[in-house]
């Protein structure tokens, strides 16, 4: 039986009054609307919920992103007056790993501001009682909110949930992908009736040749620049971890995750995940726009191995029971390895710092100072 979707009706009556909705309008509808949207008004995390973070995985994960962040701090001239920041923390499962991390380096711990980017107000809650105990932390709706200074920021499954935009190759051109309703009153896919102008000079090279029924995506670069140039003007690094695509190319990657399995994205808007893969490479390019620098991107199984996710296993290994050394065992080869529930090759980790940052941490070809 179908779980009753209250924005569906509301969605059905969008379309009959205005007509065909954007891709990117029904998802924003579905994540973010005021009352019924799926990030305001839910935990999504866990068993219990729709789909696992790398965090809930294992504290490997969390820790060595704390011990990057040192490294990274270090590397900046170990600022004083410095700003953590997380972009969509979840439960803080990350965030209180990594300032656990962080103890190990006290200059940073004992000045360090944190902030978390959340608008979900169950999601802050369960922040709060995670991170009970902890000093200088600070929320906030938006990465505008963040007082003036060097940062590091952190955004794990972050950019996948920004809305995309799609378009359909048509045999006069590319016309944007639609949701409307069928003869039942159903919704299903369409596309509007007249082509984008001029839209095949703003494609990517790969996309060009793509056959007549290809879909292209992208996400307006605003987010991505809104961080680099807060890099370049006043200093630090990003590090922007997603599942994705290291090119720019033809594909239709929308779905909806609910109860850890796919489910179809049309059916219950505001109950299920509404996702599209991230494309680093454009991301990549609204980052070098803005005068900041790109480092990677690499895969993630690649990036924790050379941050020392491997070591770190093995020391937890050694003080453990045989039980929760399996444990760990399992974690570790889901946080880097492929194959079905694998992580560590779809998806990918990319950096972005001010210009003066020549090298970040797992990605480039050296080992990183961060190893504790």
């Not at 963040?146 to 378009?167: K, M, R, S, T, W």
């Not at 190319?249 to 599209?276: E, M, N, W």
Request: aromatic share 6%; glycine share 10%.
């Amino acid at each position: 039986m179908t779980e009753f979707s209250p924005l569906l009706s509301e969605i059905k009556r969008l379309i009959r009054s205005s007509g065909p909705m954007p891709v990117w309008r029904y998802m924003e509808l579905c994540l973010m609307h005021p009352t019924l949207g799926y990030y305001v008004s839910r935990d999504p995390l866990g068993r219990e919920g729709d789909f696992t973070t790398a965090p809930e995985v294992s504290q490997m994960f969390g820790e060595l992103l704390g011990l990057w962040a040192a490294s990274v701090w270090k590397s900046m001239g170990s600022p004083a007056a410095f700003h953590l920041v997380e972009i969509g923390p979840g439960r803080g499962t990350m965030m209180a790993d990594a300032l656990r991390a962080l103890r190990v380096v006290p200059p940073l711990y004992q000045t360090l501001n944190v902030h978390l980017v959340e608008i979900n107000p169950v999601l802050r809650e369960k922040q709060r009682t995670t991170l009970t105990g902890m000093r200088n932390i600070s929320w906030h709706d938006n990465i505008d909110e963040i007082p003036e200074g060097p940062v590091i920021i952190l955004a794990n499954e972050y950019f996948d949930v920004l809305p995309i935009h799609q378009a359909i190759k048509g045999e006069n051109g590319w016309h944007e992908r639609v949701i409307e309703l069928d003869g039942e009153g159903l919704l299903e896919f369409g596309a509007s009736a007249e082509p984008i102008p001029r839209f095949d000079v703003l494609l990517p090279p790969l996309v060009r040749a793509a056959p007549i029924g290809a879909v292209f995506e992208w996400r307006p670069d605003a987010e991505m620049m809104k961080i680099a140039r807060r890099l370049r003007e006043q200093g630090g690094a990003a590090l922007i971890i997603d599942y994705g695509h290291l090119r720019s190319d033809a594909g239709d990657t929308f779905q909806a995750i609910a109860r850890h399995s796919f489910t179809d994205p049309l059916k219950t808007p505001g109950l299920a995940d509404v996702t599209a893969h991230v494309d680093f490479q454009a991301l990549a390019h609204a980052a070098e726009d803005v005068g900041a620098r790109v480092h990677g991107p690499v895969t993630q199984g690649e990036f924790l191995k050379r941050i020392g996710i491997e070591t770190r296993a093995v020391t937890l290994m050694a003080k453990a029971s045989p039980e929760v050394s399996e444990d760990i065992s399992s974690a570790l080869k889901r946080l880097v390895g492929g194959g079905p529930g694998g992580m560590g090759m779809m998806f990918k980790v990319l950096g972005v710092s001010a210009p003066d940052i020549p090298a970040l941490p797992g990605l480039s070809d050296e080992q990183p100072a961060a190893s504790s």
